[in-house]
């Protein structure tokens, strides 16, 4: 596709149980993040992809959330043991080659909507 | 870590009107950025700065890159009712790639 895609677009979920968000970024684009938006709130950064480069995990929020990105393209975000809080909407984003300089464009999914009841 | 602390977190107005939001930092950035988010879907770059003191224009839009560094606005003439949405200013995190993102200004035109 032209765009980023994400799956599912929406996922009711009961609380202690495991969610996994998928991520297919732009083809092409070797920088792929993942960032949380609550209600009301910012975007939280949880996690970034650059190449072959280690993951920049600093943003996850507790050793539940863990993030892979297979050859270098399809991301998946899990979430072990789903509590209430983790209700939000997960984006994810990508972004071309850095290596010719970072210009701040990222391209943004349209959001997976978790909700843990 | 660094924040971007944004202002004002909401706005109502009146198609027509213009609108002025601004963002601070709590450090010096070499690069400003405002992204839109409209309902159900994810955010869009609208304008990027990369000089401190730099003034970008983008139809409707303009956007500046204050001379700290440490601040930058964004203003929206004769607003029309499709401008509504969540409007974000970000910079570059900790890493090389990475960006911050403020908390948002949510922007309601009423027709």
């Known amino acids: 596709g032209a765009g980023v895609s994400q799956s599912p677009s929406n996922k009711v979920t009961e609380k202690g149980k495991d969610v996994e968000l998928r991520c297919d970024p732009i083809?092409?684009?070797?920088?792929l993040y993942w960032y949380r938006q609550s209600l009301g709130q910012g975007l939280e950064f949880l996690i970034y992809?650059?190449?072959?480069?280690?993951?920049?995990k600093s943003g996850l929020p507790s050793d539940r959330f863990s993030a892979e990105r297979t050859g270098g393209s399809v991301s998946t975000l899990t979430i072990q043991r789903t509590q209430q809080e983790d209700s939000a909407v997960y984006l994810c984003?990508?972004?071309?080659?850095?290596?010719?300089?970072?210009?701040?464009?990222?391209?943004f999914g349209e959001g997976s909507r978790l909700t843990v009841l | 870590g660094q924040q971007l602390n944004q202002s004002p977190q909401s706005m109502f107005i009146q198609e027509g009107e213009d609108v002025s939001m601004n963002c601070t930092s709590s450090s010096i950035f070499n690069t400003w950025l405002w992204y839109k988010q409209d309902p159900g879907e994810g955010p869009v770059l609208l304008i990027a700065l990369y000089k401190a003191g730099e003034l970008t224009s983008n139809g409707r839009l303009t956007a500046q890159f204050g001379i700290t560094r440490k601040d930058s606005f964004l203003n929206i003439s004769a607003s029309i009712p499709s401008d509504v949405g969540i409007y974000f200013c970000a910079g570059p995190g900790t890493s090389y790639g990475k960006l911050t993102f403020g908390q948002g200004t949510i922007l309601t035109v009423h027709p």
């Open positions: 984003a990508s972004s071309l080659d850095l290596a010719g300089g970072f210009t701040g464009e990222l391209f």
């Open positions: 083809s092409g684009h070797t920088a």
């Open positions: 992809f650059q190449g072959n480069s280690a993951p920049d």
